[in-house]
């Protein structure tokens, strides 16, 4: 059986580190592909190239927007150690750099070594009551045509003009045609919910992400994953949104930050 | 006048992005470059790279330890926009890589844009009544030489094996010589304090830094500059610190999260 994210992250090795990434269609907003997918599918290539199982830290800042269409990334191993590799990966276009990565990958296994929690899991409905991720009716079906993204009820207010004034949004993240979520599709789940900011200010143009950083913190467990997604800090046309994603037992598999461009003006 | 800072981030230019960037001596924690040092180091020559004013976001993987002696840096500028600039790094010695990097550059005016904060400063007490922050006489000066950091009184425990089960750190970050803190030297202040864990589980041995990211918000009038550093999750050997940092007019200028290496024992 073959499930879509592992066609849309499937890549040719083609020797020396360097892979044919194309980016498929339907993983984007609006014609220009999702962040969290493009960390899975330069992620997919730099994991596969450090030997390891796992991305453990990995960051990318994104350059030029990525329609469908063929791309090549470039990896090279700059550490390989006994627990950790690092890898540094860009995918390019013609020429021109789409996006740059940098990451570590490793063995995660959460219930060894100190353990200790302060993350409080959101108040959260189940799933089943949880309306579907709003899709704008005037866009090509895009990312949400490919994710069962569901938003808390009291998180859906951007899509109708009312946003409930908290730059907050919960949620489920699950494929479509049920694929299991394993650390590689956390990449895309950190970036494949709305812009809390649409929860602040309202639905005021696009928020182009420019670094996103994902720590992967535990293996999940079949289920979807419990996702809250927050910011603190708008200012200077800045602003920030940190992840945390739980798997169906309870524990955080995940952890993001990215900063991300807003509106510069203030209305 | 010529401060210490200055002269410890000085980078000689080789031309074709490449600069003479050695490490100097006591901004070390035994013997190894703090990481925080090593950002501004190689930082330093990325944003002259970039030819813009302020890095915005930064993300350096740590790869080997780095004592003091000659290193080379090799930037190349991945995007020259019209906003921004990214460039990405490395720091070698040997030919063995010591740092990755990759960072974007720009303008940063904390004053414009939208605007919303719900970040809460700490309760902190005066500069001049939190303690220096305790040296083991046991090792050679290091880092702690070159700075003034001050630590709140409640988070010194872990200095006498009094740790306050806590994973928090406040303090002052300031030089010792009294250089201001510009947009470069937040860079190394968000790994410039103690572990925060070592306030949970005591000093149990080192905690090596896997990867710091930092966003610079705002542009710090002078000052100390108040930080406060916490930590939410350690499992699976790994756990992350996130930091903020105010300046002395109570803006934010900066935001940070390291993810890092813990003893892998659970006691």
């Known amino acids: 059986m073959s499930f879509e994210f592992d066609h849309a992250t499937h890549a ?3 020797g020396n580190g360097v892979y044919e990434t194309p980016v498929e269609d339907r993983w984007d907003i609006n014609g220009n592909a999702n962040g969290g997918y493009l960390l899975a599918l330069v992620g997919n290539t730099m994991r596969a190239e ?8 990995i960051s990318m800042h994104y350059l030029s927007p990525a329609p469908e269409g063929p791309a090549t990334t470039t990896c090279e191993v700059v550490k390989a150690g006994k627990r950790l590799s690092t890898v540094v990966a860009s995918m390019s276009r013609g020429g021109r750099d789409v996006v740059r990565s940098i990451g570590t990958f490793g063995d995660v296994d959460a219930s060894i070594g100190a353990q200790s929690n302060t993350l409080v ?13 709003p899709v704008d009716q005037m866009l090509k079906p895009g990312l949400s045509s490919r994710l069962d993204t569901r938003i808390h009820p009291d998180d859906v207010g951007f899509a109708t003009n009312e946003p409930a004034g908290i730059a907050r949004v919960r949620g489920y993240f699950a494929f479509n045609d049920g694929r299991p979520v394993d650390t590689l599709s956390l990449l895309l789940a950190a970036d494949a919910f709305p812009p809390v900011t649409f929860n602040l200010f309202g639905m005021k143009g696009w928020v182009p992400t420019i670094e996103l950083t994902v720590h992967v913190r535990g293996v999940p467990v079949p289920g979807p994953i419990l ?18 994603m739980w798997d169906s037992a309870g524990n955080v598999v995940a952890m993001s930050r990215q900063l991300a461009l807003s509106p510069l003006s203030t209305d």
Chains 1, 2 share one sequence.
């Open 12 to 14: 040719t090795p083609l």
């Open 50 to 57: 450090s030997g390891r199982a796992h991305p453990v830290s």
């Open 121 to 133: 899991m959101p108040d959260m409905v189940a799933f089943e009551d949880c309306p579907k991720r």
């Open 227 to 244: 996702c809250e997604f927050t910011s603190t800090l708008t200012q200077g046309g800045y602003w920030e949104e940190d992840g945390v």
